[in-house]
């Protein structure tokens, strides 16, 4: 997928400065390289997900992420965006497609998928749903981070994280912590 992808772009007049087969070195080779636009995959080894996301947006401020990944789920679209991304697109999404909108980051725009824009408008039409940092909170949790640890890793005291996760338990209709990561899993707020 990557050679036919790398190929495409290049076909197309987009230079390619390099590939990367983890997280790690995703965020090395941007920091190195300073592309236009990074197409990031969420799920590589090591490094991965909002994580890599955020990190890559630390190492290379003016690099435009679009997160490609091979699951339509709004739990993906919202782990990129809500990690600093420009766009989400789809690995099933037809090649002239992934070229268009490189080009569409690259200028400057924003980027979603259409086959992954039908779940986050649904949720939009939800009367209540998830913040972005309930989000964040819910996929520590579900780490198995405590509230302590949660805090100190998105920099919020505890007694934040408790207020995040009552109203998250509120919102998804559950009675306890582990009930309210598991409807989050299930019904993809979180990946």
Request: a neutral charge; proline letters at 4%; glycine letters at 8%.
């Amino acid at each position: 997928m990557l050679t036919a992808v790398t190929a495409c772009l290049e076909q197309e007049h987009i230079e390619v400065v390099g590939t990367a087969c983890t997280g790690d070195e995703t965020v090395a080779l941007l920091e190195e390289r300073r592309p236009t636009v990074a197409l990031v995959n969420l799920h590589m080894p090591g490094l991965a997900g909002a994580e890599l996301v955020r990190a890559a947006c630390r190492a290379a401020p003016q690099t435009a992420l679009l997160v490609y990944t091979g699951y339509a789920t709004r739990a993906a679209v919202y782990e990129g965006l809500d990690a600093g991304a420009r766009g989400v697109i789809f690995k099933g999404t037809p090649l002239p497609e992934v070229v268009r909108a490189v080009r569409i980051v690259a200028s400057g725009g924003e980027y979603l998928d259409p086959v992954l824009g039908a779940a986050v408008i649904a949720d939009w039409a939800k009367p209540e749903t998830l913040t972005a940092r309930e989000r964040d909170v819910l996929r520590l949790l579900a780490e198995g981070l405590s509230n302590d640890e949660i805090g100190g890793r998105l920099h919020i005291s505890g007694a934040t994280v408790r207020s995040h996760v009552r109203k998250a338990m509120a919102k998804l209709g559950a009675r306890t912590r582990v009930e309210a990561v598991a409807k989050a899993l299930r019904q993809a707020h979180i990946a």
